[in-house]
């Protein structure tokens, strides 16, 4: 692998994002963590840190092209040059269509594939000139379709297919991409969703856990291990996937 190994993770200050980091570092990556808030990051890079690995928090708005490319520029500087990029940072605004604003659809575009696409393009520079690259784009099952998700399951079913499009173009230069498609995963997302309906959390997540085959629900965790395979040298023959980690089949 080329070195230094750096990873940028985004929406890395908490949950799915924040399980991602610290797994990377433990595999060795320095990892620029980058969230909203910049202070927001930092708990996580000093979780980091205290368990021996190099990691800085930044601050970025991933749908604003100026900021993201001077998120990189800091991350290649402070770091070294990326080739591990995982596209995480994700907002919901759930509503029924007939509720939906379009500032509802915009947010959530602007996020998963405006961030995605800006993120991944401002990486890639560095990943063909070292012939070697590594990107994982987190999409979700709700990509099959969800009851009030339509801007949420139309992002990630977009994501889908941005994936499978880099794989294709950026496959040459060494570089995979793969996506991963998450069940239900306990974060403070899914907390709120539970709150949003009315729901406590714990019957929220035993309801989930009584329809999902191996009779749980996922954390955060669960998905850092599958970046984790797909980050990894020896799956360079693994690309344009995606992968549901949802405690069964979906799709």
Avoid: C
Wanted: hydrophobic residues 50%; negative net charge.
């Amino acid at each position: 692998m080329s070195t230094p190994n750096t990873a940028i993770v985004t929406g890395a200050a908490r949950g799915i994002g924040a399980a991602v980091a610290r797994r990377l570092a433990a595999d060795g990556f320095a990892v620029a963590v980058i969230d909203l808030d910049e202070a927001a990051g930092k708990p996580v890079v000093a979780e980091i840190e205290a368990a021996g690995g190099r990691a800085i928090a930044i601050g970025a708005d991933v749908a604003d092209e100026t900021a993201v490319e001077a998120a990189v520029e800091r991350a290649t500087a402070e770091l070294g040059a990326p080739t591990v990029l995982v596209n995480n940072a994700g907002v919901l605004r759930d509503n029924l269509l007939f509720r939906m604003t379009a500032d509802d659809w915009d947010t959530v575009m602007n996020v998963h594939l405006r961030g995605s696409f800006l993120m991944t393009r401002a990486v890639q520079k560095h990943m063909t000139a070292g012939g070697f690259g590594r990107i994982v784009n987190l999409s979700s099952t709700s990509a099959l379709g969800n009851r009030g998700q339509a801007n949420y399951a139309a992002a990630k079913a977009g994501l889908q297919g941005f994936t499978k499009t880099l794989a294709f173009e950026l496959g040459k230069f060494g570089i995979t991409a793969n996506a991963i498609a998450p069940g239900f995963i306990e974060t403070e997302m899914t907390a709120a969703t539970a709150a949003r309906v009315g729901v406590s959390f714990e019957d929220f997540k035993a309801g989930a856990a009584a329809e999902i085959p191996v009779a749980r629900t996922g954390v955060p965790d669960d998905i850092a291990h599958a970046v984790s395979f797909f980050v990894s040298e020896g799956a360079g023959f693994v690309s344009g996937q995606v992968l549901y980690v949802a405690g069964g089949p979906k799709a």
